[in-house]
Nanobody
C-alpha cells in the first residue's frame, strides 16, 4: 500500500511557476512509475505527465509539453512537477498517482492516488 501526499499548489499569476511535490510512504517507491493528473471544475480528470521507475522515461500531455517538467528523487520518495509559464487554463486540482507499470498515461492504470493540491492561475 502506497500513500501519496501532494503539496506546493497555490495561487499564481499567468506566466508564473509552481513546483508541485508528491511524497510517498509505504511500499517501495522506486518500483512504481508515477504520474500527475489534473481536474478542472466541470471537467474530467486528465493526464498531465508521467515518469518511469528510474526516471529514464517521461511522457507529457501536449497541452503542457515544453512548459512542465516531471522528475523524481527515489531517495526522498518524492516526485515533482515543475510548472512554468502557467496559463489560466492550467487551473485545476493536481493529483499524483502510482502504478506498477513501467510508465502509463491512462488513469485506469494507476492504483494509488493522492488527495490533490489546488493550482489557481489568475489572468
Amino acid at each position: 500500500q502506497v500513500q501519496l501526499v501532494e503539496s506546493g499548489g497555490g495561487l499564481v499569476q499567468a506566466g508564473g511557476s509552481l513546483r508541485l511535490s508528491c511524497a510517498a510512504s509505504g511500499g517501495t517507491f522506486s518500483t512504481y512509475a508515477m504520474g500527475w493528473f489534473r481536474q478542472a471544475p466541470g471537467k474530467e480528470r486528465e493526464f498531465v505527465a508521467a515518469i518511469s521507475w528510474g526516471g529514464v522515461s517521461t511522457s507529457y500531455a501536449d497541452s503542457v509539453k515544453g512548459r512542465f517538467t516531471i522528475s523524481r528523487d527515489n531517495a526522498k520518495k518524492t516526485v515533482y512537477l515543475l510548472t512554468n509559464r502557467l496559463k489560466p487554463e492550467d487551473t485545476a486540482v493536481y493529483y499524483c498517482a502510482a502504478t506498477t507499470l513501467f510508465i502509463a498515461t491512462s488513469q485506469r492504470d494507476y492504483r494509488f492516488w493522492g488527495q490533490g493540491t489546488q493550482v489557481t492561475v489568475s489572468s
